[in-house]
């Protein structure tokens, strides 16, 4: 009895151990869709969008003086940031520099539901299918866009349009017009880290097209919590850039 204790005890130590060590993604089959599914969260905030290599953003004349005018309107208040007073979406890219975590859900069969704890946003990416005509899109313009994607290999490659006009690129107030589309490829870089490189286009306010890149932890100890505008949120102190109280 005291060696069958003592075996049990081993195996109970041994189990914990093996808990605790990280569980690597199983290789999925030949021609089945990468698994990307998790709970992410950034390690690094930046309420100012960098282009992808630096520099400043490539506005057109009439981008960088609406860019101007967002941040005049900000500061005396003429212009609200209704993401963060309402609670709305952010739209894309911003959304994206989230500090908050997000999960990436592998369904329902022929979507990518992207689930996000700040103003508990929801993507839904449809599979293999076209966006929706330019007409529809206008009908119904959302904050994030419509959404579709599919796989080239590793690489979900998602494409947005359809956003409607109360959205800012960043939390500064980078600006954007109704005609924005952007194009995310987003892969695993590594087995614990996801990343999501996007790249804007909108001629109107942009000179060329332009790309930026985030970077996400894998953390599925984490489980979203709720999020409601005016009360207290999760800690975030671990995120490097977040501004302290």
């Known amino acids: 009895m ?93 959304l994206l520099a989230s500090p908050y975590p997000f999960e990436i859900l592998q369904a329902p069969p022929g979507q990518i539901t992207m689930v996000h704890e700040l103003n508990h946003q929801i993507r839904a990416i449809a599979m293999d299918k076209p966006l929706p005509s330019p007409k529809d899109m206008a009908t119904l313009p959302l904050y994030n866009g419509h959404s579709v994607g599919h796989f080239e290999g590793e690489v979900l490659v998602v494409r947005s349009a359809g956003f409607n006009g109360g959205t800012f690129l960043d939390a500064t107030g980078a600006p954007h017009t109704d005609e924005l589309n952007t194009t995310e490829r987003v892969r695993m870089i590594n087995p614990t880290e996801l990343e999501d490189v996007i790249t804007i286009h909108d001629p109107d306010y942009y000179s060329k097209d332009w790309q930026a890149r985030f970077v996400y932890a894998l953390h599925n100890d984490v489980r979203l919590e709720d999020y409601v505008c005016g009360e207290k949120h999760r800690d975030l102190s671990s995120v490097k850039g977040v501004r302290r109280p």
């Open 2 to 94: 005291r060696e069958f204790r003592a075996s049990a005890r081993a195996g109970s130590a041994l189990a914990a151990l093996l808990a605790l060590q990280p569980v690597p993604r199983p290789a999925h089959a030949q021609g089945a869709a990468p698994d990307i599914s998790g709970t992410y969260w950034a390690t690094e905030y930046n309420a100012r969008i960098a282009p992808l290599g630096g520099g400043e953003l490539p506005f057109t004349a009439d981008g960088k003086a609406a860019y101007e005018a967002n941040i005049a309107g900000l500061k005396d208040g003429s212009i609200k940031d209704v993401a963060r007073k309402y609670c709305v979406a952010d739209g894309l890219p911003r």
